[in-house]
């Protein structure tokens, strides 16, 4: 049984140059495999191993007092679902394109998913909002959240600005872990939205805490597992080999789909 883990922390590193020999070390050392991002504003990683090597990983990082109780996501696979290690550098760990949305002067509004279910059940007034790219929501969401129609998060400022709705409105909005959420909730609040939460710990968080009340069908995660149930446990979708999207059973069953070749999403573009 492989240990999967994913975790994030905005937080200042100028020295982020030095500690990517280090990181990569210490993971090739401990048979991890996955990818580390390092910015001058934060930390992102997600890997697996045995539980042994992923406790050493967790010892490691917080020898460093700046990433000292960093939450994680775990969950549990049969098998490696990652290829190789890889520790890089980016100007950010999950990229806007906006350098004045800096989530580590800014902490924003959390609601926990036992609270957001409760306002679920009851039918409180809420726009639920799904921050997160097209090929992710087929997958799954929340019941009546906002589809952007976004194809990458760079999309997402000008996206929310064809929002019709009245800005006084509460909005819950979530991610797959949540780091999404961070820089979206600052996007939100400088467009002039008055009420603006992100679901602690994003849909995963959700899932162990609430279940899969209010969900439909599964949630993307961005390794060979494709995705997960409401239990966390990898469900049944896969991936095209030529176009990367995720497919349903009812994709694999589709005429226009291919073993290593096309699926319906990039069908007509291959074949014509």
Known sequence: MFVNIAGYRFVDLPDRDNLRAPFREKCTSLGLKGTILLSPNGINFFLAGTQESINDYVSFLEEDSRLTGIPMHITYSEYQPFRRMLVRLKKE????????????????NYINPSQFKTWLDEGKEVIV????????????????SIDLDIKSFRE??????????????????????????????????????????QIRGGVLGYFKEAGGAHWKGDCFVFDQRVSLDTELMEADHQMCFNCREPLSPDDLKSEKYSLEEYCPYCYERVVS
């Not at 909002?129 to 009546?144: P, Q």
């Not at 997402?156 to 909005?173: G, H, I, N, Q, W």
């Open 93 to 108: 760990i999950i990229s806007l394109g906006m350098d004045e949305i800096r989530p580590v002067e800014n902490e924003g």
């Open 129 to 144: 909002l799904d921050t997160r790219n097209d090929y992710e929501l087929r997958v799954g969401s929340f019941e009546n």
């Open 156 to 197: 997402f400022p000008e996206a929310v600005k064809r929002l019709d709705y009245d800005k006084s409105t509460p909005v819950v909005m979530f991610c797959t872990g949540g780091i999404r959420c961070e820089k979206a909730s600052m996007v939100m609040e400088s467009q002039g939205w008055g009420e603006v939460y």
